[in-house]
């Protein structure tokens, strides 16, 4: 099985920067994906960044130039640093592991979320 922690949401004002972490374990945990999305009140969840194993990434459009994910294999970990933050940047994220299991499928894991509030 495979656990996911997110840790280092909170409260920022904009303009402010937050760096969000999430720890993977588990006697399985080999990903391939990891990546960060967010949900915002009343919204879809929407991809934030993601990072592959051979470190390719893709970012939104809308976090481009403020955001950094970046991946530490030996701690199984991904960051996500946010910087500029603005009011529309409020929501709870969520990291996403994907991998493939003994049999060759994708299987998805979530974190628990973790909550960021940009103030004014």
């Known amino acids: 099985q495979v656990q996911l922690v997110e840790s280092g949401g909170g409260l920022v004002q904009a303009g402010g920067s937050l760096r969000l972490s999430c720890a993977g374990s588990?006697?399985?945990?080999?990903?391939?994906?990891m990546g960060w999305y967010r949900q915002a009140p009343g919204k879809q969840r929407e991809l934030v960044a993601v990072?592959?194993?051979?470190?390719?990434?893709n970012y939104a459009d809308s976090v481009k130039g403020r955001f950094t994910i970046s991946r530490d294999n030996a701690k199984n970990t991904v960051y996500l640093q946010m910087n500029s933050l603005k009011l529309e940047d409020t929501a709870v994220y969520y990291c996403?592991?994907?991998?493939?299991?003994?049999?060759?499928?994708?299987?998805?894991?979530w974190g628990q979320g973790t909550q960021v509030t940009v103030s004014s």
């Open positions: 996403k592991v994907s991998q493939l299991n003994e049999r060759g499928i994708r299987q998805d894991y």
């Open positions: 588990g006697s399985t945990f080999s990903p391939n994906d």
């Open positions: 990072i592959g194993s051979g470190e390719i990434i």
